[in-house]
């Protein structure tokens, strides 16, 4: 290839010769080069008319029109992707992505510039990744498939969010060059979280379903980076939980539209697989919800009286009604994401007053947490959940007191073993 360099992350090719085309001077622009969706400089050359007869540019010269193909504004200069055989994504291609959304005027109308990287997530996505995220058999509005990629050429939040999952999803798939794939991760969910923030304040009718689709991909994109040091989804050993003020930031959204959002192509769609618990699984539930009794009865007669204690034994019962929920579904052959709505629905039910004993890890709010973990190993056939539940029930049990552990040796079996 014949005097090619490159600079800043863009290739600048000093012929025509070298991609075998030829400038066929077409006004305004180049035919060839808008078939080829590159930049000629044909398009910038001084009108004739105002040149002079010697200033005029020899055919030679004109073949020699400079061409480039952008990097994508969305990425940083260090960021460099590889693919799975470890090589760089060497050239971008320069794209125009209309983002429109009439409900706010915060948002930039023209996003320039999706480089091959960014398309390849795209491909990923829409190809592998969606197939991870969802079961086909309950998704029949193909949300995932179909209508969410829809939504990310008109939400700048949507179209990050979800190449920013494809990307961890890459990453996952091919290790040896993970850390390439979540720079380029971390770089779309920076762009997707601004995009989400700006028009979280004109909520309506009218957005109100993709703004929801958006943090759930928030989420997403937190399970996939896996888990951080100190942060255990509910609680952490410093401040507020990052994932818990996600979750609060969810239910907010459902409080206010709830209707609206489950409308449509959002609206729940139910499994008839799932029925009762299978046979082969009742003794395994009912040793769960034994230990899960005993510990009610311990509840009851430690913090009997006080003011927590009706918290408490209600996030107990809840816990055992949400064991028969999960084991109806393993019973039907469903795991991983499918799990999601029994796990997270529990949490999401809590009320503020024990979510609050949680932050402050109070000793019996986290015995019973430790429990609602047994689910999260349930989970681990999911890319997005591996690791979550030993982590988290190890935050637990360097949270507690000796004199507690005993009563979390149960999960910390199940979960360990």
Same mark, same amino acid.
């Given at each position: 290839?014949?005097?090619?360099?490159?600079?800043?992350?863009?290739?600048?090719?000093?012929?025509?010769?070298?991609?075998?085309?030829?400038?066929? /001077?077409?006004?305004?622009?180049?035919?060839?080069?808008?078939?080829?969706?590159?930049?000629?400089? #044909?398009?910038?050359?001084? %009108?004739?008319?105002?040149?002079?007869?010697?200033?005029?540019?020899?055919?030679?010269?004109?073949?020699?029109?400079?061409?480039?193909?952008?990097?994508?504004?969305?990425?940083?200069? /260090?960021?460099?992707?590889?693919?799975?055989?470890?090589?760089?994504?060497? $050239?971008?291609?320069?794209?125009?992505?209309?983002?429109?959304?009439?409900? !706010?005027?915060?948002?930039?109308?023209?996003?320039?510039?999706?480089?091959?990287?960014?398309?390849?997530?795209?491909?990923?996505?829409?190809?592998?990744?969606?197939?991870?995220?969802?079961?086909?058999?309950?998704?029949?509005?193909?949300?995932?498939?179909?209508?969410?990629?829809?939504?990310?050429?008109?939400?700048?939040?949507?179209?990050?969010?979800?190449? %920013?999952? %494809?990307?961890?999803?890459?990453?996952?798939?091919?290790?040896?060059?993970?850390?390439?794939?979540?720079? $380029?991760?971390?770089?779309? #969910?920076? #762009?997707?979280?601004?995009?989400?923030?700006?028009?979280?304040?004109?909520?309506? !009718?009218?957005?109100?379903?993709? &703004?929801?689709?958006?943090?759930?991909?928030?989420?997403?994109?937190?399970?996939?980076?896996?888990?951080?040091?100190?942060?255990?989804?509910?609680? *952490? +050993?410093?401040?507020?939980? /990052?994932?818990?003020?996600?979750?609060?930031?969810?239910?907010?959204?459902?409080?206010?539209?709830?209707?609206?959002?489950?409308?449509? =192509?959002?609206?729940?769609?139910?499994?008839?697989? &799932?029925?009762?618990?299978?046979?082969?699984?009742?003794? /395994?539930?009912?040793?769960? $919800?034994?230990?899960?009794?005993?510990?009610?009865?311990?509840?009851?007669?430690? %913090?009997?009286? *006080? !003011?927590?204690?009706?918290?408490?034994?209600?996030?107990?019962?809840?816990?055992?009604?949400?064991?028969?929920?999960?084991?109806?579904?393993?019973?039907?052959?469903?795991?991983?994401?499918?799990?999601?709505?029994?796990?997270?629905?529990?949490?999401?039910?809590?009320?503020?007053?024990?979510?609050?004993?949680?932050?402050?890890?109070?000793?019996?709010?986290? =015995?019973?947490?430790?429990?609602?973990?047994?689910?999260?190993?349930?989970?681990?056939?999911?890319?997005?959940?591996?690791?979550?539940?030993?982590?988290?029930?190890?935050?637990?049990?360097?949270?507690?007191?000796?004199?507690?552990?005993?009563?979390? +040796?149960?999960?910390?079996?199940?979960?360990?073993?």
């Amino acid at each position: 290839m014949k005097e090619m360099d490159i600079k800043e992350g863009s290739i600048h090719f000093r012929t025509l010769n070298t991609l075998r085309l030829q400038c066929d /001077e077409n006004k305004p622009a180049c035919s060839k080069c808008i078939h080829h969706a590159i930049e000629c400089d #044909f398009l910038s050359t001084p %009108a004739t008319s105002s040149a002079s007869p010697s200033s005029a540019p020899s055919p030679s010269k004109s073949s020699k029109a400079q061409f480039r193909f952008k990097p994508s504004k969305y990425q940083s200069g /260090e960021c460099k992707p590889k693919d799975e055989t470890g090589q760089p994504f060497s $050239q971008t291609i320069s794209t125009k992505v209309q983002y429109k959304d009439p409900s !706010s005027s915060t948002l930039p109308q023209n996003q320039d510039t999706i480089s091959f990287a960014d398309l390849r997530l795209f491909h990923h996505f829409v190809t592998e990744t969606y197939l991870t995220l969802v079961d086909e058999a309950t998704d029949r509005n193909q949300v995932w498939r179909t209508h969410l990629p829809q939504w990310g050429f008109s939400m700048p939040s949507i179209f990050h969010l979800i190449l %920013a999952l %494809a990307a961890l999803h890459l990453g996952y798939l091919h290790p040896e060059v993970r850390d390439q794939y979540v720079l $380029q991760a971390d770089d779309h #969910f920076t #762009f997707g979280i601004r995009s989400v923030s700006a028009i979280l304040s004109s909520l309506n !009718s009218g957005n109100c379903q993709s &703004i929801y689709m958006s943090t759930v991909l928030i989420c997403f994109v937190y399970f996939a980076h896996g888990p951080k040091p100190g942060e255990y989804l509910v609680f *952490s +050993e410093t401040g507020k939980a /990052e994932w818990l003020v996600l979750m609060r930031g969810v239910r907010s959204i459902l409080f206010s539209n709830h209707d609206k959002i489950f409308t449509g =192509v959002l609206e729940i769609q139910t499994d008839p697989t &799932i029925q009762g618990v299978s046979p082969l699984l009742q003794d /395994e539930l009912g040793e769960h $919800q034994s230990h899960i009794k005993a510990l009610q009865r311990f509840m009851e007669m430690q %913090a009997g009286g *006080s !003011s927590t204690s009706q918290i408490y034994i209600d996030a107990l019962e809840s816990l055992f009604e949400m064991f028969e929920e999960t084991y109806r579904c393993l019973s039907a052959g469903k795991n991983g994401v499918n799990l999601m709505a029994p796990l997270f629905g529990w949490i999401y039910r809590r009320p503020e007053e024990f979510i609050c004993l949680l932050e402050e890890k109070e000793p019996f709010a986290l =015995v019973i947490l430790a429990y609602w973990c047994i689910i999260l190993k349930f989970m681990r056939s999911s890319w997005l959940m591996i690791a979550w539940d030993r982590h988290v029930i190890a935050g637990i049990r360097q949270s507690l007191g000796t004199e507690f552990h005993q009563w979390i +040796e149960w999960p910390v079996r199940v979960i360990c073993d």
